[in-house]
């Protein structure tokens, strides 16, 4: 049952008072205002389609515009369907009018209606457009410039364009602003906005997701991030492997794909969102070399993390052939197996963190879909391994989980490393925070749900 708070429950109760004054026919008149509206919409769709259908005019045609407007009809309130950005290629099928109705792959597989003055033979490029740059004046050559900066953000030379013909018009807070865009978007600085705490966010395929807030030493919190977070163009210091590795900034909140998955990030050069890019992310430096993940381990400590991982799972008396499984190289397209990275820790320690998970063969018909899930971390000194952290188990259903490792980093800045988990569970998966006390190490926090 839903709470209303005071204000809430009020303005629910004004509402409700002012739709009981109102005339039963005045609310009939608008329902049926609303039917026919909705009724005209569905006859302008199909008689457009099966104009299309019986009069198809198929070829290709570019956007030569910043963006075009797809719409669901032929028309201007027809409602948005995505927009498409400059140069991208589109299928037309047929004309309709002052319209065309067309598919494109850009920003992602769509169909619509797209005015046909928006589209053009060919696309544009760095070197048409500043051909028609210079043809043009006044509000025109804007206008072109708006295109090449359309076509590519992140390149100087097209923000100078704007900057140019601003000046030319005479106007100085025109140049001013383009100028300030121009450093936004091509010089990304990582920023920390008044009153806000210090972030951790997590990055997986190129998307920013927001994990916790640090309060201090071991303490962690939900981020409770809105919306001003996620600014576009705002950079933020990026962590791969327990280092520093540059910054990512912000470029599209986008169509949400899934809960949590709250802004694209570039990592400049590059001027689009990488579907391998992984890491960590904050508004603030954080403590990178608190541990090094090394590129290799020795045949010796691979073989103390498998003897010590079957003992494990062993004891805790799991399907053996779901241990078996577990135990082999990691199938990425499987998901299952073994996977072991070696950390070199601030002060000389070596840390092995191994993660192992595997399917488990259903006991019966009915039996939901289960998970042998396993984390052990080792200690390593010379060939002496001392186990300091360990999880193992079986879990099924909604409540399914299994552990991936992700990063370390100093989070707190305390000098000591805190190790970072991917949490896959049912529909979806969060990150997971360890830290060490009295020598063993722990989950302590659990955030950034990133899923359906």
Known sequence: MSVLRPHHHTLVIALASALSLLPATALAQS???????????????REAVAH????????????????????????????????VPIGAEVKVQCVYGEWVRATSERPNPSVGWIRADLLGPRAPTAASLEQ???????????TVAERAIALRPFARDSHQLAIDAAQADGDSAAAQ???LRRERMTAPKVE????????LFGVDGGYLTAIARIDGRGRYADPAAPDSTYAVWRGFHLYRNGAADGLVQVIDRGEA???????????????????QLIGLASNEALGAGAAVIAPKMSADERRAVERELRALLDRQRLDRAAVDKALRPYDAEERSGLRVHALDLAGGKRLLVATAVAAVPPRSPDQADATL?????????????????????ETAGDAIESHAFHDALDLDGDGEAELIFRLHQYEGSQYQIWNRSSGQWKPVYAGGYVGV
Not at 31 to 45: G, H, K, P, V, W
Not at 70 to 81: I, K, N, Y
């Open 132 to 142: 028609d740059y210079r043809r043009a004046a006044g509000a025109e050559r804007r």
């Open 257 to 275: 794909v899934g809960l949590g998955m709250e802004a694209q990030v570039r990592r400049p050069p590059a001027t689009e969102r990488d579907q």
């Open 192 to 199: 920390r906005l008044a009153g806000e705490p210090r972030l």
């Open 52 to 83: 299309c259908e019986s009069h198809p005019q198929a070829s290709t045609r570019y956007v030569i515009v910043d963006a075009a407007r797809m719409r669901s009809l032929p028309r201007a309130d027809g409602g948005a369907v995505t927009s």
């Open 373 to 393: 899930d396993s984390v052990l971390l080792l200690e390593a000194s010379g060939k002496q391994y001392r186990k300091v952290g360990e999880i193992a188990g």
């Open 31 to 45: 329902s049926d205002a609303a039917l026919a509206q909705s009724s005209d919409a569905d006859r302008d769709y």
């Open 177 to 179: 602003a383009a100028t």
